[in-house]
């Protein structure tokens, strides 16, 4: 502590010696131009010295002092000529007086802009430090893995690939395996946080590998995705990848960057992850139970209903049997009994009637309950069905558009219904776009008034559309084009429509894909009867 004390003093005592040194200096260099100047016979423009005076004085003098020097040194100039030669008419004189004095306002002038610009530069040179300083603060101190990293090499080989022909990168990739580890080779970490060490697993070991090769799964496609948002020029990239950690743990992780429009600017790209592992196993382990829940529910409810509808229809039906037995046998007989055959066919009418009209309750019984109708916003039940199936358009990379409406539509209904439905149809939209190319996976709901009693709330999709075979039977019960389907779905949900008065189409839009329109009573089919 005591040697800098006295080192900062020494480097006072050296800045006081040599402000006075300059002083000195510019003061006795003055006085001789004067001198000269005024009382001797030399005839040239000898006051333009008084320029050293000022750029000497300059660096010990505040702008105010440079300008009252300079004003002085023009006076003094100014002095000298008329003592020299009066008011006599001597145009060489008056010449070298006016180059003087240009010299010395023109050098004032830029002194004076020269130390504006050098304050200038000072206050933008302590900006940018503690603009570094709060930026080194927050990069060392998030709890977010942050790397900066070198991307300028592997940048300059991605675009010489470009330079040569090459258009599609994941296709170069395929037919040359080498690419990769090139690309992982040329990117160079320059300095990391405690959170991305602890990510990898380096919280006591200091800066890991200057690559990031050891920590990069070897069936991860994200490395590959990255690579192509450099290569097509895009600021901004966000994947979920998997990271292999120091002891061998597989980590999944969110990993975003944005690039630089200047291409120097790759050598400092801030790379940000956050480790979703254990949410993503927690979801997944939520997800399995949920869908075992309901393969359960469905299970015991197709149980249930099988069960109940067995009882009630096996009287009915043999019942039937038994009367159409009885119907042959009255043909039979030589010669037929016709009163007989008629009695029989009345009898077998009248089991079917009680046959259908069992079904037609057990229908009402699972359509019909005692829930309340109450005004539903349908712009708001899509914004929760798309909160709820998020993780699925996620999941599979689906997009969820909804055209814009011209004012807000509701319509009084059950609203569990009407969400079941929707999510029937998004479910079975998002599952139709698997085979699709992941640019178009989309789903487009739009939202219509259709008359003064009815809106249309319609779900498009850009997979393979239905076919002419599965569109005959697209809404009969068990039937279904899935490997695990029951086909309950869709029936089910135009059963929910029709009871509360309203319908389900579904098509195929003329531009692809299939379209399903829910056709929903504005009031509640009941409240109008």
């Given at each position: 502590m005591g040697s800098s004390i006295l080192s900062r003093l020494i480097n006072r005592r050296g800045s006081v010696s040599h402000e006075v040194t300059l002083g000195l200096i510019a003061l006795v260099l003055g006085i001789t131009v004067l001198y000269v100047d005024a009382f001797t016979e030399i005839e040239s423009?000898?006051?333009?010295?008084?320029?050293?005076?000022?750029?000497?004085?300059?660096?010990?003098?505040?702008?105010?002092?440079?300008?009252?020097?300079?004003?002085?040194?023009?006076?003094?100039?100014?002095?000298?000529?008329?003592?020299?030669?009066?008011?006599?008419?001597?145009?060489?004189?008056?010449?070298?007086?006016?180059?003087?004095?240009?010299?010395?306002?023109?050098t004032c002038a830029l002194?004076?802009?020269?130390?504006?610009?050098?304050?200038?530069?000072?206050?933008?040179?302590?900006?940018?430090?503690?603009?570094?300083?709060?930026?080194?603060?927050?990069?060392?101190?998030?709890?977010?893995?942050?790397?900066?990293?070198?991307?300028?090499?592997?940048?300059?080989?991605?675009?010489?690939?470009?330079?040569?022909?090459?258009?599609?990168?994941?296709?170069?990739?395929?037919?040359?395996?080498?690419?990769?580890?090139?690309?992982?080779?040329?990117i160079r970490t320059i300095a990391s946080n405690d959170a991305a060490l602890e990510l990898l697993g380096h919280v006591a070991d200091g800066l890991p590998s200057r690559t990031m090769r050891r920590y990069i799964a070897p069936d991860d496609d994200t490395f590959l995705d990255l690579m192509s948002a450099i290569f097509r020029g895009e600021r901004h990239f966000e994947g979920k990848g998997n990271l292999v950690a120091e002891n061998g743990e597989t980590r999944l992780v969110i990993m975003s960057m944005s690039f630089p429009e200047d291409p120097a600017a790759f050598s400092r790209v801030v790379v940000g992850m956050m480790d979703i592992t254990q949410r993503e196993m927690m979801q997944k382990a939520i997800r399995e139970a949920q869908d075992e829940l309901a393969r359960a529910s469905r299970a015991a409810t197709v149980g249930t209903l099988s069960a109940s509808l067995a009882h009630e229809?096996?009287?009915?039906?043999?019942?039937?049997?038994?009367?159409?037995?009885?119907?042959?046998?009255?043909?039979?007989?030589?010669?037929?009994?016709?009163?007989?055959?008629?009695?029989?066919?009345?009898?077998?009418?009248?089991?079917?009637?009680?046959?259908?009209?069992?079904?037609?309750?057990?229908?009402?019984?699972?359509?019909?309950?005692?829930?309340?109708?109450?005004?539903?916003?349908?712009?708001?039940?899509?914004?929760?069905?798309?909160?709820?199936?998020?993780?699925?358009?996620?999941?599979?990379?689906?997009?969820?558009?909804?055209?814009?409406?011209?004012?807000?539509?509701?319509?009084?209904?059950?609203?569990?219904?009407?969400?079941?439905v929707l999510i029937n149809l998004v479910t079975n939209a998002v599952q139709a776009m698997r085979e699709t190319a992941i640019d178009q996976r989309k789903i487009l709901i739009s939202l219509a008034r259709k008359d003064d009693i009815f809106v249309t709330l319609s779900v498009r999709d850009f997979g393979p559309g239905i076919s002419e075979e599965a569109m005959a039977k697209l809404f009969t019960p068990f039937f279904t084009t899935k490997p695990s389907g029951m086909g309950m779905g869709l029936s089910i949900c135009r059963s929910t429509l029709e009871a509360r008065g309203g319908q389900l189409v579904a098509g195929n839009h003329p531009e692809g894909g299939a379209i399903f329109e829910m056709i929903i009573p504005i009031e509640d089919d009941h409240d109008r009867h």
């Open positions: 423009a000898i006051a333009v010295l008084y320029v050293i005076v000022l750029l000497l004085s300059a660096e010990i003098m505040t702008r105010t002092g440079v300008t009252l020097l300079a004003a002085i040194c023009g006076a003094l100039t100014l002095f000298a000529f008329f003592y020299s030669h009066g008011l006599e008419e001597d145009v060489p004189a008056q010449l070298r007086l006016a180059v003087s004095l240009a010299a010395i306002t023109i002194i004076l802009r020269n130390e504006t610009a050098r304050a200038g530069l000072i206050e933008a040179n302590l900006h940018l430090r503690d603009s570094e300083t709060r930026y080194r603060y927050i990069f060392e101190h998030s709890r977010i893995a942050l790397w900066e990293r070198d991307y300028s090499a592997v940048r300059a080989f991605l675009m010489s690939l470009k330079a040569e022909g090459v258009t599609d990168l994941k296709d170069y990739a395929r037919a040359n395996p080498g690419m990769i580890p090139t690309c992982i080779g040329l229809l096996n009287q009915p039906l043999g019942a039937i049997v038994v009367n159409a037995q009885t119907l042959l046998r009255w043909l039979n007989r030589e010669p037929p009994d016709l009163a007989a055959v008629h009695r029989s066919a009345e009898r077998i009418i009248r089991d079917s009637q009680r046959a259908s009209e069992i079904i037609h309750n057990t229908r009402s019984m699972l359509t019909q309950g005692d829930r309340t109708p109450e005004q539903v916003d349908l712009e708001t039940l899509i914004e929760e069905t798309r909160t709820l199936m998020e993780h699925d358009f996620q999941r599979d990379m689906v997009s969820f558009d909804v055209a814009a409406v011209e004012k807000p539509l509701a319509v009084k209904a059950i609203r569990i219904e009407l969400q079941q």
